[in-house]
C-alpha cells in the first residue's frame, strides 16, 4: 500500500475516527487501532469499538492498493504534530508503515488486521430520514448531557428519538430531569422511534458533517451516511418509559424572567450552594419578583431578587442549581418562562418563543 | 464422555466456553464471548445464542460459526442449527439496583410509566394493591375463580360498573397474575378504542389478514371499555368473530363497560348475547369501610401511616368515585413528604380544602345562555311564547338542567323562564329524563353542557 494525503486532511480524518476505536486496552488490540484501507472506492479510514462504528472517505492519492491497522493512540499523536501545508505518504511493507512528511520520517509496526470486525451497516432499512447533519449534531450536544450517566437503567443513559408526523423529538432524562427538543423534518412519511445510548450519540455528534446526512435506523442497528462516509451505532433494546405522564398538566404559578437577569443571578447564588448544590426558588405574584436563595453554613448566604412577571400563587421551591443552568443551554430565547406544579411537583422550563424545548426538573426535599 | 446436562442451557454454555477459550486468542475471548449466553434451546434442536449488539451477531456468523457448530455437535447431535440474537439490554445486565443518594432530590415516578410493549399491562396494577370489600367481593371471587381455570369457569368474564370503581384495576391485575401463574401463555389487554383504531388501521393499509391472526393468538384477551364499540358495526362483527374464535378454543376473555351488556345502546344484538353469555358482575358503590381500607392501603403503598381519624375523615368526606379518593391520598402524601410527617387531623382538613366541591349556585340567565350559545339559538328567544322546534327542545334541555343539577324549584323554573305554568316544566323535565336514556346523542350534548356550566 503506498498512499500520500494532504496533511490537514489527514489529520482530521484521524482527529474523526480515533474517537470510534476501542481506548480500553484489556480487549483485542485490533480494536484499538485505525484500518486503512485503499481499495477501488479509494482511501477509507474505520474504527469500531464494538458500540459505533466509522467508515471514512479521504481524498488522497494511491498508487498501490492494500490494507492496514495502526494504533490509533499513535497515529492520533502524529496527526497532532503535522504542521504546515504539504502532503504525507503513508508506505506499507512488511509488517512496518513508514509515513513521510516534509522532512521527518517515521515507521511505526502495524497490527494484524485480520481479526479486524465487520462493521455492520443496514443493508434494507426500513426506516430513514433525511436532515441536516448541524441540525442532529447540535441536538446531540444539547440534549446528550440531560441523559444518565450510570448504565444500570440502560434505557436511561441513551437518547429516545421519536419521528412521527415529520417532527423528530429528541428526549433524554436520568429521572432527576428531562429534556425534549422537536426538530421539523422536511420528509414527512417515515414514523418509527428508537433508543441511542447517549454517549455513542455524543461521539457521533463530533463526527457528523454538517450538510445533509441520511440517518436509517432498524431494530438493534442505526446509521448516519453522508457524503464523506457511514457511521453507524448499536440502539439500546429497552422499553423507554411514557414520560409524557410526568409532564404536570396544571400549574400553580408561571414566571417569566429575562434569560440574561436568570443567568446572571444563578451564577451568583450557587457560589453561596450548600453541598446538596441546592438553591430556593420564590415566585412572588404580589410584587412580581422572582428570587433566588442559597445558604451553605460555612460560607454564608446570598440572595438575588429580579422583576418578573409572575402569575398564580406564591410558591418556594428547591432545586440542584446544575440541573437549572443545564437549561441555559438547550434553549437560545431570550426570556425563560418556569412553570411550577406546586411543592413536591416538578417545574416546567420552557424559552419564551421556543416552541421545540421543554424541560423538567425535580425540586429537591425542602 | 461430557457430565453435564445438556438441555441445562447454561451449563451447556459453560462448557462450550471452556472448548472455544482453548480455540482462540484470549483477547478475542474476552471481546467476544464476555457478555453472550444461551437463550433457550428450541425444540427443533436450534440452539439460540444471546448476543449484544449486531457488530457481534455479523461476526459471530463469520468467524465462530463453525467452530460453535463443532463444539455443540461434539456433544449431541441433537442440536442442528445456531442462531444468533441479539438480546435486550435489560437482559444482560446484573439484576442490582443502584441505590444512590440522590442528593436530596426527589426522583422523577419515571419507574410507574413502563408499560410492558406486548401485553400492554400496566405493571402497577396487582391483586397486592387491590382492596377487597363488600362491593366487590363477587367481581374478586369470579377473577380468582377464572385464574385457577382460565377459559372454562367463566368465559367471557363481563364487569361493568361506574367509572373510578376499579374495573381496570382489577381486569388488569387479573392479566399480571396471569402472566405469572401461567409463563408460557400470551396475555394482551387493550381497550375497544384501540381495537376500533388498529382494525380500521389494518383495513387502510389492507393487512385485514395480519389483524385477525395477531388477535387469535392470544390466552387472555382483556378488552377495555367495550361500551365504546357502540355505532361501530364493522369493528363489532370483527370482534364477533374474533369472540367466536377465542371462545371455541377456550381462551378466556375479559371485559370492562360502565353498563350492563343489554344497556349499552347500538351494538349489535348477537355480540350482546355472547356478551353476557358468561358471568356478568356489577362492582357496585364502594361502602364506608372499604374507603376507609382503601385510603389505608394506599397511603400505606407510600409508605405513610394515617392515624384513623384522618382515614376516616377523608373517606367520608369525599363521595365519589375511588379515583377521586386517590387523588385526594396523593395530595395528602405529598404534604407528608414536603414536612417529613405524618399530617394530623387538622392539616389534613386544610389541605383538602380545596377538593370538597363548592355549593353549586349559579344564575339562571347564565344557564340560559350558556345552552342557547351551544345550540345556536337566540337566547331571547329562549324566553318568548314559540314553540318553534330548534327553541323548544334547548329550552327543555335548560329545565332539566336547572332542575337536575341546580335543585331549583319548578314553578321557580317556570317564572324564570317568561312566566310558564310549573306543570310545562315538569312536563319538560320527565320528557329530557326519558329520553337520555335512549338517545345517546342527546346524553352526549347534555355532557357537554354541563362541562360549560363547571
Request: contains cysteine; positive net charge; charged residues 25%.
Amino acid at each position: 500500500m503506498n498512499i500520500s494525503i494532504e496533511k490537514r486532511k489527514f489529520s482530521e480524518a484521524v482527529y474523526i475516527v480515533a474517537r470510534f476505536a476501542e481506548r480500553k486496552s484489556a480487549t483485542l488490540p485490533v480494536l484499538g487501532s485505525i484500518l486503512i484501507l485503499v481499495g477501488d472506492e479509494g482511501i477509507k479510514m474505520r474504527a469500531t469499538n464494538l458500540e459505533t462504528g466509522i467508515d471514512l472517505k479521504i481524498e488522497g492519492a494511491c498508487t498501490a492498493k492494500g490494507a492496514v491497522a495502526i494504533p490509533a493512540a499513535i497515529l492520533q499523536q502524529i496527526a497532532s504534530s503535522l504542521a504546515g501545508e504539504g502532503k504525507i505518504t503513508l508506505d506499507h511493507t512488511g509488517d512496518i508503515v513508514t509515513l513521510t512528511s516534509g522532512t521527518g520520517k517515521s515507521s511505526v509496526r502495524t497490527v494484524p488486521y485480520d481479526d479486524f470486525p465487520s462493521i455492520p451497516f443496514p443493508e434494507n432499512p426500513k426506516n430513514r430520514i433525511i436532515l441536516p447533519g448541524a441540525l442532529l449534531k447540535n441536538l446531540f450536544q444539547t440534549i446528550a448531557s440531560c441523559a444518565s450517566t450510570s448504565t444500570i437503567r440502560p434505557e436511561l443513559a441513551s437518547i429516545y428519538l421519536s419521528i412521527e408526523g415529520g417532527v423528530l423529538t429528541a428526549v433524554a432524562t436520568d429521572s432527576f430531569r428531562l429534556a425534549e427538543k422537536k426538530v421539523p423534518l422536511s420528509n414527512k412519511g417515515t414514523q418509527g422511534k428508537f433508543l441511542i445510548p447517549a454517549k455513542n450519540a455524543l461521539d457521533i455528534a463530533q463526527a457528523l458533517p454538517d450538510d445533509e446526512i441520511i440517518l436509517s435506523f432498524d431494530e438493534h442497528q442505526c446509521a448516519f451516511v453522508s457524503t464523506i462516509g457511514m457511521i453507524v451505532s448499536r440502539l439500546t433494546n429497552a422499553v423507554y418509559p411514557d414520560y409524557r405522564q410526568i409532564i404536570p398538566k396544571e400549574s400553580v404559578v408561571e414566571a417569566v424572567v429575562l434569560r440574561k437577569d436568570f443567568e446572571m443571578a444563578l451564577k451568583r447564588t450557587t457560589i453561596f450552594a450548600d453541598s446538596f448544590q441546592k438553591v430556593r426558588l420564590s415566585f412572588d405574584p404580589k410584587k412580581n419578583t422572582f428570587s433566588f436563595f442559597a445558604r451553605n453554613s460555612d460560607i454564608g448566604e446570598s440572595s438575588e431578587t429580579l422583576a418578573a412577571r409572575i402569575t398564580g400563587s406564591p410558591l418556594e421551591l428547591s432545586f440542584n442549581h446544575r440541573y437549572l443552568s443545564a437549561a441555559l443551554s438547550l434553549t437560545a430565547a431570550e426570556s425563560l418562562s418556569l412553570t411550577a406544579a406546586g411543592i413536591g411537583r416538578p417545574l416546567l422550563m420552557k424559552g419564551v418563543g421556543d416552541t421545540s424545548l421543554l424541560y423538567l426538573i425535580s425540586p429537591m426535599n425542602q | 464422555m461430557v457430565l453435564m446436562d445438556k438441555r441445562n442451557p447454561k451449563e451447556l454454555w459453560e462448557y462450550v466456553l471452556t472448548q472455544v477459550e482453548l480455540s482462540i486468542s484470549s483477547a478475542n475471548f474476552n471481546t467476544w464471548f464476555r457478555n453472550s449466553f444461551i437463550v433457550r434451546i428450541g425444540d427443533d434442536g436450534v440452539l439460540y445464542v444471546g448476543v449484544p449488539s449486531q457488530f457481534f451477531k455479523d461476526w459471530y456468523l463469520k468467524k465462530f460459526h463453525t467452530l460453535l457448530l463443532k463444539i455443540v455437535r461434539d456433544i449431541s447431535y441433537e442440536f442442528r442449527n445456531i442462531d444468533y440474537l441479539i438480546v435486550k439490554d435489560e437482559r444482560r445486565k446484573a439484576q442490582s439496583r443502584e441505590i444512590k443518594n440522590p442528593r436530596g432530590a426527589i426522583e422523577l415516578p419515571l419507574d410507574e410509566f413502563y408499560i410492558n410493549k406486548s401485553d400492554n399491562l400496566n405493571p402497577r396494577y396487582t391483586f397486592d394493591t387491590f382492596v377487597i370489600g363488600a362491593f366487590n367481593n363477587l367481581a374478586y371471587a369470579a377473577s380468582q375463580a377464572v385464574l385457577a381455570r382460565p377459559g372454562i369457569t367463566y368465559n367471557p368474564l363481563f364487569i361493568y360498573g361506574d367509572t373510578g370503581r376499579g374495573k381496570t384495576h382489577l381486569i388488569q391485575a387479573i392479566g399480571n397474575q396471569f402472566k405469572k401463574q401461567y409463563p408460557g401463555r400470551k396475555v394482551f389487554y387493550l381497550t375497544s378504542e384501540k381495537f376500533t383504531i388498529d382494525y380500521t388501521d389494518s383495513v387502510q393499509a389492507g393487512t385485514a389478514n395480519r389483524f385477525k391472526d395477531k388477535y387469535r393468538q392470544f390466552d387472555l384477551l382483556i378488552m377495555d371499555d367495550v361500551q365504546f364499540l357502540s355505532k361501530k358495526q364493522k369493528t363489532e362483527e370483527e370482534l364477533f368473530h374474533l369472540f367466536n374464535t377465542l371462545h371455541d378454543t377456550n381462551k378466556q376473555i375479559i371485559f370492562s363497560s360502565d353498563r350492563a351488556p343489554a344497556a349499552i345502546p347500538d351494538i349489535a344484538e348477537r355480540l350482546k348475547g355472547r356478551l353476557a353469555s358468561g358471568m356478568t358482575i356489577d362492582i357496585g358503590e364502594p361502602d364506608p369501610e372499604s374507603r376507609m381500607a382503601i385510603v389505608r392501603k394506599k397511603a400505606a403503598l407510600h409508605g405513610i401511616i394515617l392515624s384513623d381519624e384522618v382515614i376516616e375523615y377523608v373517606s367520608t368526606t369525599i363521595s365519589g368515585s375511588i379515583r377521586e379518593l386517590e387523588g385526594m391520598v396523593n395530595n395528602i402524601i405529598c404534604h407528608a413528604q414536603v414536612k417529613g410527617a405524618a399530617p394530623d387531623i387538622a392539616e389534613v382538613r386544610q389541605s383538602l380544602r380545596s377538593f370538597t366541591r363548592p355549593q353549586k349556585s349559579i344564575s339562571v340567565k347564565n344557564v340560559v345562555d350558556k345552552v342557547a350559545s351551544f345550540y345556536g339559538i337566540d337566547e331571547e328567544s329562549i324566553y318568548e311564547k314559540t314553540r318553534r322546534r330548534e327553541v323548544v327542545r334547548p329550552r327543555q334541555v335548560i329545565m332539566y338542567i336547572l332542575r337536575e343539577d341546580f335543585n331549583i324549584s319548578y314553578p321557580t323554573i317556570g317564572t324564570k323562564l317568561g312566566g310558564r305554568d310549573h306543570t310545562t316544566v315538569i312536563h319538560s323535565c320527565e320528557k329530557i329524563k326519558r329520553e337520555v336514556v335512549v338517545d345517546t346523542e342527546l346524553a352526549k350534548e347534555i355532557q357537554n353542557i354541563r362541562t360549560l356550566l363547571v
